[in-house]
Each structure stands twice: as C-alpha cells, then as structure tokens.
C-alpha cells in the first residue's frame, strides 16, 4: 500500500505534522484515514453532478417505455396493420378449419369467402382514416365575445349579368 507523499515522509522522518499532538495512536489513525482516502480516490466509478437540470433546454429526449417514439401516422399504420393481422390470422384458421373439416373444399373459393372480413376492416380502417384527416382539416370555430354595442349591417347585394355582352348591374337594398 501507497502512502501519498507528504504521509510517507512524516511517516519516514517520525516528526509530527505541523500544528496536531504528537500522541501515537492520533498519528496511526491519520495514516490509515490518509490510506483509506487515497484508496477510495483511485477505486472513484462514476461521477455525480448536483447541478439542477433545465426545466426547458437541448437536452436529447430520453426514450420512455413501452412503443417506440412515432407519429401519430405511422402509429396509426401500425394499429391497421396489428389489427389486419390478426384479423387474416383468424380467417386463415378458419379457412384452414373449414378445407380441413370438408376434405374436398377448394382452396381458391374457401380464400374469396373467408378473405372478405379482412379486406372489409382494411376498408373501415381507411375510411376512419379519411374522416379524421377531413375533421382535422376543417376549420376551427370562431367565438367573438363583444362588451359594447355592436352594429349589424344587414344589406344585401344582388348582381344580374345578362346579355351576349355581359352587362352587371348592382343593387344595394
């Protein structure tokens, strides 16, 4: 075992350090504190920062359990294609049940019969998609909260173009 340097010629010469008693048993318990310090200063794996975190900053994200981080398109993609394949699962047993059970059922009939519930949930799917992507796209309602008197303007204009010149005539009522 390594003393550090100022240890080893206290150590060496036997003259007290600068200032402490010069008992014995005080000086061997400094010693070993010193050799236990250096020690645990050469074993050190891992380093902690007290420092507080950002509450907003460029810290990468930290993957969370469960799904992969996605979009919400590909997330939905992935529930269609879950949901398809379980669903061909199902029929492709069936189908198999039913060629098995009959000895003799043609497997191209059997395929059009039982491949329909799978292609009517694709379809669902598909259509489920198109009618949120159309809700998503509509426009967002406008409230306005008026705290005076307001003024409505209730005209209507008609225009009439007739003729093989156009000729617009404008009414204001």
């Known amino acids: ?16 350090t600068p200032g402490r008693p010069t008992d014995p048993v005080k000086e061997q318990a400094r010693l070993i504190a010193a050799a236990v310090d250096e020690v645990l200063v050469e074993q050190a794996t891992f380093h902690r920062d007290d ?13 969370q359990p469960g799904r992969p981080p996605m979009s919400q398109r590909a997330t939905d993609a992935s529930a269609l294609m ?3 394949g379980a669903a061909s699962l199902l029929v492709g047993g069936s189908a198999s049940l039913v060629m098995l059970a009959s000895g003799s059922a043609d497997p191209v009939v059997c ?3 039982l491949g329909a519930p799978t292609v009517l949930v694709l379809a669902i799917g598909r259509l489920v998609g198109r009618v949120k992507d159309t809700v998503e796209a509509a426009p967002a309602p406008v409230h ?3 705290h005076r008197d307001v003024h409505q303007d209730q005209r209507s204009i008609t225009t009439t173009t007739r003729g093989v010149i156009a000729n617009t005539r404008t009414q204001t009522r």
């Open 82 to 84: 879950l949901s398809g």
């Open 111 to 113: 395929a059009v019969v």
């Open 51 to 63: 420092a507080p975190l950002p509450a907003v900053g460029s810290a990468p994200p930290v993957p």
């Open 144 to 146: 306005n909260h008026f």
């Open 1 to 16: 075992m390594q003393l550090p340097e100022p240890y080893q010629q206290q150590a060496q010469a036997g003259q007290p």
